[in-house]
C-alpha cells in the first residue's frame, strides 16, 4: 500500500517562505515522477509543480515560476517544495500527488495516490 504523508504549510505574510515535505511509503519511490498540486478556495484542483524521477525534468506553473522550487531525496523517499516570496493567492490546499510512469498530465484523475493535503494561507 502505497502512502504519501505530508509535512509543512500554515501561515505567512506574503513576501515569505514556506517548505512543504511529502514522504513515500509502500513502493520504490525513484521510479515516479512526483508531483505537487493545490486547490484554492472555491476552485478546482491544479497542477503546480512536477520533478521527474531522476530530478533532471521539472515543470513548474507559470504562476510560481521563479518563486518555487521543487526537489526530491530519493534516499529518504521524500520530495520537497520549497515556496518563496510567497502571495495571497498562493492561498491554497496543497497536496502531493503520484502516478505510475515518469510524467505529469494535468489531470487530477491521471494520479494513483493523495496525500493527505496541507493547509497554506498568506495573508497581506
Known amino acids: 500500500q502505497v502512502q504519501l504523508e505530508q509535512s509543512g504549510g500554515g501561515l505567512v505574510q506574503a513576501g515569505g517562505s514556506l517548505r512543504l515535505s511529502c514522504a513515500v511509503s509502500?513502493?520504490?519511490?525513484?521510479?515516479?515522477?512526483m508531483t505537487w498540486f493545490r486547490q484554492p478556495p472555491g476552485k478546482e484542483r491544479e497542477l503546480v509543480t512536477a520533478?521527474?524521477?531522476?530530478?533532471?525534468?521539472?515543470y513548474y506553473a507559470d504562476s510560481v515560476k521563479g518563486r518555487f522550487t521543487i526537489s526530491r531525496d530519493n534516499a529518504k523517499n521524500t520530495v520537497y517544495l520549497q515556496m518563496n516570496s510567497l502571495k495571497p493567492e498562493d492561498t491554497a490546499f496543497y497536496y502531493c500527488a503520484l502516478k505510475y510512469g515518469d510524467n505529469w498530465p494535468s489531470l487530477v484523475q491521471e494520479y494513483n495516490y493523495w496525500g493527505q493535503g496541507t493547509q497554506v494561507t498568506v495573508s497581506s
Open positions: 509502500g513502493r520504490t519511490f525513484s521510479s515516479y515522477a
Open positions: 520533478i521527474s524521477w531522476s530530478g533532471v525534468r521539472t
